[in-house]
């Protein structure tokens, strides 16, 4: 069961700005990556269900966090199928993201009020995932479809629209800035903010800054 509501897992996503997306086999560099994050002041985590076991690992994560990031609000993502959502429901996904669009996938999420964000590459596509209750959608692959521009033409005919942008995001000034003023309600970020030699060094300060960092770039655009 989720420990957090559908509207404190929205308000997070939409006021902190940014969902650190990562995955990895090793359930103790994952508790130290969130562990960083959180400390950078991340309140919105995506683990990712990218590997073999992922969701044993997801569940000895969120078991840990509740008592270690107690205000950390853990979703999972790669999700594609209503059966793989309903096993990470279970283990207690706070919210659940894809790559892509299945309406089977929110039958199940709306059933226990948790939010579902898919991953869409069109305006149609956009406006399908709207109609069958999802509050926020993934722009995928962000960097592919039209960037920051693509984001701006979409809000201006449904401006009730919130947008999360994964792929071609990075922690820079320029980036973020163009992103949040484009009008994102929030940013996916993955390997630019867990490099892997920082991750394989344990160099957690890096990810701790490096977060406070993008936090005060989204706070300064959105003024």
């Not at 279970?90 to 659940?96: C, E, P």
């Amino acid at each position: 069961m989720a420990r957090f509501s559908k509207m404190q897992v929205l308000n997070a996503i939409s006021s902190t700005g940014m969902v650190p997306v990562f995955y990895h086999k090793d359930v103790e560099v994952a508790k130290n990556v969130v562990n960083a994050c959180y400390d950078g002041g991340v309140r919105a985590f995506e683990f990712t269900n990218r590997g073999d076991f992922a969701q044993e690992v997801f569940a000895e994560l969120i078991k840990w966090g509740a008592k270690e990031c107690p205000e950390m609000i853990l979703g999972i993502g790669s999700i594609v199928d209503p059966a793989t959502a309903a096993m990470y429901l279970l283990l207690g996904a706070n919210f659940v993201v894809g790559p892509l669009f299945n309406p089977e996938i929110a039958k199940i999420c709306n059933r226990r009020l948790v939010p579902y964000t898919p991953g869409c590459g069109s305006v149609s596509e956009i406006g399908f995932a709207q109609e069958v209750g999802c509050d926020l959608c993934k722009v995928f692959p962000a960097g592919n479809v039209g960037g920051p521009s693509f984001v701006k033409n979409v809000k201006a005919p449904m401006p009730w629209s919130m947008l999360m942008v994964t792929g071609g995001v990075e922690p820079t000034k320029e980036n973020l800035t163009a992103w949040i003023k484009a009008g994102v309600t929030c940013v996916g970020m993955g390997s630019n903010l867990f490099p892997k030699e920082v991750v394989a060094a344990n160099d957690w300060a890096w990810v701790v800054a490096k977060c406070k960092e993008a936090f005060g770039y989204i706070a300064e655009a959105r003024k």
